[in-house]
């Protein structure tokens, strides 16, 4: 069984729920902004992409298949690009890893609000599709609970297991867990909101939105826990 070495970085608020709500706000934000100002692609839901990508292929449309094959190949490569960062600067002081990984999403967010919709739309939904991988891969842990901030099948899955073992057993730990996992889900519905309000407002300059609350998770992640120097040495030894 593999144990992994827990830094100060790690146990800071990286799998907070403060943390979790505003990244989760951001993948909903990006969903609703990618499907009404860049064609109608899901920028973070690659099953629907799939499903599309089928639908086109059905349909001899190769070149519109093409439109839904590229985000999701972005998809596998920024999950590929996060593992990488990960282990190259893991041990790294002056940043946690996924700092770098928020530096890195809120650059390609910031260049994207000013590429015109057109023409560059399927280049800016693989950038899109690039962010969102980086995210779900980087932060994946609220409360000790496997979560996603991009998608919310899986957690509909797993609050509702847990919801049920609440019942079944009467168990409140059970039961907070599941609440956690829907409350998420109400803040990626409630980000998909405002992600359609502000680009029907703002246009493509809406995605600067996510990126001030990617810019306030960077900041978050710099506040060390409120936990006695021995709590910090004891998760120093975890191996």
Request: proline share 3%.
């Amino acid at each position: 069984m593999m144990n992994f070495r827990r830094t100060p970085f790690d146990i800071q608020r990286s799998d907070s729920f403060l943390v979790g709500a505003l990244l989760t706000l951001s993948g909903g934000f990006l969903d609703a902004y990618s499907y009404l100002t860049r064609g109608g692609v899901f920028a973070n839901a690659q099953t629907g992409n799939m499903v599309l990508l089928g639908l086109r292929l059905s349909e001899r449309r190769w070149g519109d298949a093409l439109t839904y094959l590229i985000p999701i190949l972005a998809f596998t490569a920024g999950v590929l690009l996060a593992e990488w960062m990960q282990s190259l600067f893991k041990q790294t002081r002056l940043l946690h890893w996924r700092q770098i990984v928020l530096a890195v999403e809120c650059v390609l967010l910031f260049v994207i609000g000013f590429i015109p919709s057109g023409g560059w739309n399927p280049y800016v939904n693989i950038a899109i599709s690039f962010v969102c991988a980086l995210q779900v891969e980087s932060f994946r842990t609220l409360h000790g609970l496997s979560y996603a901030t991009t998608m919310c099948t899986g957690n509909l899955r797993s609050g509702t297991e847990l919801l049920f073992q609440a019942i079944k057993h009467k168990d409140a730990i059970s039961f907070t867990g599941a609440m956690k996992y829907y409350s998420i889900i109400v803040v990626f519905i409630f980000g998909a909101f405002i992600g359609f309000m502000a680009a029907s407002a703002l246009g493509i300059r809406s995605i600067w939105v996510p990126l001030c609350i990617l810019l306030l998770v960077f900041s978050l992640l710099y506040r060390k826990p409120e936990q006695s120097q021995a709590q910090a040495s004891e998760s120093e030894n975890v191996k």
